[in-house]
């Protein structure tokens, strides 16, 4: 028994590591991060694959078998594709946490064993799944959030760009030319993101607003599509050009103060839950002695 308490109390703890590593921010990825900043390699100078892991085998049988496009199982693959990371990955850390999960109900039992106490057999098999499941959702949650907050980023870098944007075309530059020069002055990621789009597109003799198109299905940022569908239809005229782009910025602007304001407000009354607690505390504080002294004299 003591062996078995001790086999469950590592696994509590690996599940508390794993726990801790999934809700703290990790480094961005090296191959991600090349990808975006370097042109499409060739076929020929990709350097020679090695063997699959055990675990990223695992991670693609995971993906394959039980990713779903919605549902509980469903994958945030544009959330993945943003943070750059892979569904093996995201699929593996939610089946390690699932297991210690299924593993907190039986440490708890060998735990009240230990302590002299019996508890039933049905209850680590039944009550097992609850803290599975949740554990489960974790890596859910943060990929969720932390895509959302790097989404709001993009959302102010891009505004920024194609602000730009309308300064090389009033320049008079060409329209290729005004897209391009602008994502090159920043080594931000946002910046890094369309210009590899641009990039790739010219490469591949593609129309720069079906990149941006692509990218912003890939990443999943309505206002890309949005402006790439507007600037196919206006064409390659300045004048009509010229007034999609100045109205997708003021949209955008309008956008992000609103969400700014409603976030601000969000965030106020939220911190009126503390103060009050906080004013009742105090109003009790000081009104307990005169309260007393008067029921005691009463």
Not at 272 to 278: F, G, H, I, Q, R
Request: glycine share 6%; with cysteine; hydrophobic share 50%.
């Amino acid at each position: 028994m003591t062996a078995i308490a001790a086999l469950l109390g590592c696994l509590g703890a690996l599940g508390v590591v794993v726990i801790v590593r999934e809700l703290w921010p990790a480094p961005p990825r090296l191959d991600a991060a090349l990808a975006r900043i370097q042109p499409t390699p060739l076929p020929s100078a990709l350097p020679p694959t090695k063997a699959d892991s055990g675990s990223e085998r695992l991670g693609r049988w995971l993906a394959e078998h039980l990713a779903r496009p919605a549902g509980v199982l469903a994958v945030p693959r544009a959330d993945l594709a943003l943070l750059g990371r892979s569904v093996e990955r995201f699929m593996l850390d939610k089946l390690v946490l699932f297991l210690v999960g299924l593993a907190v109900p039986a440490l708890l039992t060998a735990l009240a064993t230990a302590a002299g106490r019996i508890p039933s057999w049905t209850f680590p098999a039944v009550a097992g799944l609850v803290p599975a499941v949740v554990f489960a959702m974790v890596p859910d949650h943060r990929v969720r959030s932390a895509a959302r907050q790097r989404r709001r980023d993009f959302r102010y870098a891009f505004t920024s760009y194609l602000q730009l944007v309308v300064l090389e075309r009033e320049a008079g530059a060409a329209l290729n030319a005004a897209l391009e020069e602008p994502a090159k002055i920043s080594d931000g990621w946002p910046f890094q993101r369309v210009h590899h789009a641009l990039t790739r597109a010219r490469h591949a003799q593609q129309q720069p607003w079906r990149a941006l198109a692509d990218l912003g299905e890939q990443i999943n940022v309505s206002d890309l599509i949005d402006l790439a569908h507007t600037a196919q239809i206006a064409g390659n005229e300045g004048a009509r050009m010229h007034d999609v782009l100045v109205a997708k910025i003021t949209a955008m602007r309008h956008e992000a103060s609103a969400a700014a304001r409603s976030e601000a407000n969000a965030r106020t009354t939220a911190a009126w839950v503390p103060t009050s607690l906080l004013m009742l505390g105090f109003v009790i504080l000081i009104g307990f002695p005169f309260f007393s002294k008067l029921l005691g004299t009463g």
